[in-house]
């Protein structure tokens, strides 16, 4: 009697990455231990250590496949064995497809005058951003291609988008109210 060889069903496994390694890139090792059919019909255990090039500008959901990379059972083809890629998060940054995000606090006199952002981008440089408009509570300074690797295109980042929280003050003097409404003209 001929029995049907088939395949196994993937194995999936997530792998957790920091944005900085999406951002970057980074090579991840991993060591799988899996049961092999020998010549003469044995099972035996064998580890083996499989190497991951993370691209910079990979997304969470990415996956990466070892063909039959399985357990091996008579008459089974073994299993794709599948990484997918996970997103750790970030202390300061948020990923918004392409674009990184970052909410600064900052208090009423900042937003009606202007203030200094001072960021350390993923790959440790420091960036000094001057915003001058008037800042209302929907705004977002976006500065252009600072934010992460487009996958396609490796020359070419996504934006990075700052918004903002602002501070009211939680009371005020009555000289300190007849001075803003002098000087707003209210």
């Known amino acids: 009697m001929n029995q049907a060889v088939r395949k196994a069903s993937p194995i999936e496994n997530t792998l957790p990455c920091s944005l900085e390694e999406l951002y970057k890139g980074t090579t991840k090792k991993m060591k799988i231990s899996r049961q092999i059919v020998d010549t003469n019909g044995k099972t035996t255990t064998v580890d083996e250590i499989l190497t991951i090039d993370i691209k910079p500008g990979w997304k969470k959901g990415t996956k990466i496949t070892f063909p039959e990379k399985g357990n091996e059972l008579p008459n089974i083809i073994p299993a794709d064995l599948v990484f997918i890629i996970d997103e750790k998060p970030h202390r300061l940054f948020t990923r918004d497809g392409d674009d990184l995000v970052v909410t600064q606090k900052i208090s009423l006199a900042e937003a009606l ?74």
């Open 113 to 186: 005058t202007g203030v200094t952002v001072n960021l350390t981008t993923l790959d440790g440089r420091n960036l000094t951003i001057p915003v001058n408009n008037v800042i209302n509570p929907n705004y977002e300074e976006v500065v252009p291609r600072e934010g992460m690797p487009i996958r396609k295109d490796s020359s070419t980042r996504g934006n990075l988008r700052i918004k903002f929280i602002i501070k009211f003050p939680s009371r005020l003097t009555s000289e300190q109210k007849a001075g803003i409404k002098k000087l707003l003209g209210s």
